[in-house]
Each structure stands twice: as C-alpha cells, then as structure tokens.
C-alpha cells in the first residue's frame, strides 16, 4: 500500500447472501426480506489519487458503462457534494476481479469503497453512520460494505445487526449469463411469504454450520434456474461435492468447504467457460482492515 497520504489502495470485497428469505411485498413496492451476509477476502482493487482539480476520473477497464453511470463514479460525487468539497478530485483506477451480474456485490462494494477511501483522503471526517447513509442512497446493498462487517439483514436490508460466521473457504462459480434483478423481483412466480426468522435463532449473533445447513437457501433460486438453466447447471455441478446456493439475485453459486485445498481441488475441475474463484470468508471487511492500516501509518 502507498503510504503517500494523496493515494490509497483498497480492495473493494465480494459478499456472498448464505440465505435469502423474502417475506412479503410493501405497500412502497419494495420486498421486506431477510439475509445473511458473508464478506469475503477477495475483491476489486480499487486506486485513489488525491487531485485539486474538482473532476472525477474513473479508469474502468473492460466495464461497459458509460463513467457518470458507475456507482463508483456516483459515489465519489455524492460524497463530494454532501461534504462542499466540489473543488477537490480524485484519480479512481479500477482492476476488476469481480464478474458482473453475479450476485457477489462488485457494485455496491465498489461504491461503498469509494466512500470510505475518499472520506479518508479528502478528509471529509464523515463516521461510518453517515456513511452508511450516503450509501444506501447508491443502493440496498452498500451499507453493509460501508459498515464493513458480515451481518443479517432485514428490512430491504438497510437494517444491519453483524454476526460472527463460522469460518469457511468459498468456491463461487458464474456460468455464462446475466441474470436481470429487475425482472426477478417482477415476476409473478417468485415466492413472496416465506417465514421470518428471529434474532433469536441467531444463537448470540453466532453462525455455526448446523446453524447454516438449517436455514441456509435463497427464495429467488427457483426462478433464477427456470429462466437461466445455466445456473442451474452450475449449481447441480457443485453439489456433487457439497450444498450448493445461488447467492443474491445473479449468476453465480456456490459452496463452502473446511480447506483452501479442498476448494481449490473442486475448481480445478470445473467445466470450461464458467469463471469463478475460491475465497476465504471473514467477518472483517479487508477494505477496513486495509484502512486502518493506512491510518496508522500516515
């Protein structure tokens, strides 16, 4: 990392959703659901230079959408704004690790990284609060980056309460496709009244497996695999080797194991054309970690 306080590198962290439940539709038109994240330790890596030039630059290879569209890109200048920090840049270089449309959280990570390194290097002094804040304006899903720690959600999933998970290694697989999350939540087939589950069967904010094995699942898994039999594919693949999940609402399964070794065995055999990677879950967002790191040694 840069000790330079005009740069910083963070990695911008996958999530994977180790249950999905959706227990109804509101009368506002969005579905009130309950999830469990797990953040990995793997992600985009994100670079951030400092600039007095008041204009955002974003090097985004291989990703197309136009800059001013990029939750990164709308991040930073949200940021900017809310702050009255418009005379103040930033150089944004992206390497993507992340498949889009995976259901891993590339975007929302992104964006909530973005937040946090430019609340660093512009010296916004926002806390994490009005961060979170900032973020869930961007999307449902980037509060919890913010706040950087695995927890179960409800509500859209603005409501956090961070879990301990029992540690495991992650393959994750994305077949061939893009899953669109607008017509997923449109469509009439998918289930809508699955049973809420208690803070109290979280056993102490503590995850274990037999606690994952018995509400581990995901209510859009069925419709995902009737409208992209790839996925399907995917998934029924994995499970030759242990139970296998669609995570959030994209492309890509996957399954826990005990060891690196047995994962990385598993996804040196998958089919071809299907990317992936193998990650290890922690609790602890690397971008916070990275970050207090910097911290401590500016």
């Not at 889009?100 to 929302?108: E, F, L, Q, V, W």
Request: hydrophobic share 45%; charged share 20%; net charge negative.
């Amino acid at each position: 990392m840069n000790a330079s306080p005009l740069s910083l590198t963070l990695t911008a962290p996958a999530k994977l959703n180790l249950m999905l439940r959706i227990l109804g539709r509101r009368d506002d038109g969005y579905h009130e659901l309950q999830t469990v994240f797990q953040l990995l330790d793997f992600g985009d890596t994100l670079n951030f230079q400092a600039t007095r030039d008041g204009r955002i630059h974003l090097h985004c290879p291989n990703v197309d959408v136009a800059p001013e569209q990029n939750l990164i890109y709308r991040a930073a200048q949200l940021l900017r704004q809310h702050c009255g920090r418009m005379n103040l840049g930033a150089s944004i270089a992206v390497d993507k690790a992340l498949p889009s449309g995976g259901g891993i959280g590339g975007g929302s990570s992104d964006a909530a990284t973005t937040l946090l390194g430019l609340n660093h290097l512009w010296d916004c002094k926002l806390d994490i609060d009005s961060l979170a804040e900032l973020g869930r304006q961007l999307g449902a899903d980037v509060p919890v980056f913010v706040r950087g720690h695995s927890a179960f959600a409800e509500g859209v999933g603005e409501r956090l309460t961070p879990v301990t998970i029992a540690p495991r290694w992650y393959l994750i697989l994305k077949p061939a496709c893009h899953v669109s999350t607008a017509a997923l939540f449109s469509d009439p087939r998918l289930t809508r009244d699955s049973a809420a589950i208690t803070l109290a069967a979280l056993r102490d904010r503590r995850l274990n497996t037999h606690w994952l094995d018995e509400y581990a699942g995901n209510d859009f898994q069925p419709l995902v695999e009737d409208l992209y039999p790839e996925v399907g594919r995917a998934r029924a693949w994995l499970a030759q080797y242990a139970k296998a999940y669609l995570t959030g609402t994209g492309a890509c399964v996957f399954t826990g194991f005990e060891s690196e070794a047995a994962a990385l065995n598993v996804f040196a055999e998958r089919p071809a054309g299907w990317e992936g990677f193998v990650a290890r879950g922690a609790d602890e967002s690397i971008a916070h970690r990275q970050l207090a790191k910097f911290a401590a040694n500016v």
